[in-house]
């Protein structure tokens, strides 16, 4: 007599259907663990990009923001649109440093962009009290230079409610970079 030792389909099945569900379990365990070392990331690279900003600065003769006096970019030493290249190729040697993990750019441009946004641009693109200089004045250390906004979901503000959430981490003048959530609707959370 031969008898056949071996598993028949409905124990394959069941077997394979336990393992299935514990690695969703498992990747559901993981995803925020996975999002929180994203975040890491990002906050890491924006302390780089600050720690090749104060470089810069050093070098270029610029001055601490200080609450109280109106500064420019290049009163501060801060590099302007036409050196970001220069600045990116003396200071900021790796240039991933320069993107969030979770940034998706759509298009690729031979412009000098980053995956973070620049809060405070010229002069002349914010009116009145919006203007870099009078948020120097207002803020000095705190102003904010970079945003990353990456951490969050897409908004429909049309659709979403007043007490929507998103996160926002946020490099300033002073070095220090900040991770939080702020209500979707708040225009200048930075401040």
């Known amino acids: 007599m031969n008898q056949r030792h071996g598993f028949t389909l409905v124990e394959m099945l069941l077997v394979t259907v336990i393992l299935a569900v514990l690695a969703a379990l498992i990747f559901a365990a993981l995803g925020p663990a996975r999002e929180q070392s994203r975040q890491a990331v ?4 924006l302390k780089q990009i600050r720690q090749a900003l104060a470089m810069y600065q050093a070098d270029y003769d610029g001055r601490d923001a200080s609450e109280g006096t109106p500064s420019t970019y290049t009163d501060l030493g801060l590099p302007v649109l036409p050196l970001l290249n220069v600045f990116f ?7 991933r440093v320069l993107y969030c993990p979770d940034f998706v750019n759509p298009e690729p441009t031979g412009h000098p962009i980053t995956g973070y946004k620049v809060v405070f641009g010229p002069e002349d693109l914010f009116p009145g009290s919006n203007r870099f200089s009078e948020v120097v004045a207002r803020q000095g250390q705190n102003t904010a230079l970079m945003v990353c906004d990456s951490h969050s979901p897409n908004f429909d503000l049309s659709q979403e409610p007043r007490w929507t959430q998103k996160r926002l981490i946020i490099m300033r003048l002073g070095g220090h970079v900040t991770n939080r959530m702020y209500p979707v609707r708040q225009v200048y959370p930075y401040e």
């Open 42 to 45: 990002c906050i890491s690279n």
């Open 89 to 95: 190729d003396t200071y900021v040697k790796d240039r």
